[in-house]
């Protein structure tokens, strides 16, 4: 009796999976019918393929330096925080105030760098 209940599951699932399969075929037919937005042209460039490339490589070379800003800025923070934690329980204050000022230091001058580059980048 247990076998038959087995194939049974078996079965259902089988058909279950044939609906899915079926349903994932139809779904880039789906949102192509719905009309999808058009691929957004990058900052700056834009005439031809040579151009349009530049354009998306400055607008990632951009996203590259937001992302390190933030992982600095990140870096700083965990950095400042566990120098405040060591400072609490040992009492080197001088340690701690050292730590936040050279964090916002480093904070700014990668801010600047990456706003400096900016134009660089440009085609």
């Known amino acids: 009796m247990k076998s ?3 194939i049974r599951h078996i079965a259902r ?4 999976l044939a609906h899915l399969v079926g349903l994932a075929m139809c779904l880039p037919g789906i949102a192509m019918a719905q009309g999808l937005p058009e691929l957004e042209e990058p900052s700056t460039g834009g005439g031809g ?3 349009t ?3 998306y490589l400055y607008d990632f070379g951009i996203l590259i330096g937001l992302l390190l800003a933030t992982a600095v800025f990140l870096v700083v923070g965990s950095a400042s ?3 405040f934690k060591e400072a609490r329980e040992r009492e080197t204050w001088g340690k701690f105030a050292l730590t936040v000022v050279v964090g916002v230091v480093l904070v ?3 801010i600047w760098l990456t706003t400096e ?3 660089i980048l440009m085609p």
């Not at 699932?13 to 279950?16: E, Y």
Request: hydrophobic share 55%.
């Open 4 to 6: 038959s209940m087995m």
């Open 13 to 16: 699932a089988k058909r279950s």
């Open 49 to 51: 393929l040579r151009d």
């Open 53 to 55: 490339m530049q354009g």
């Open 81 to 83: 925080i566990a120098s």
């Open 108 to 110: 700014i001058a990668i």
């Open 117 to 119: 580059a900016a134009p």
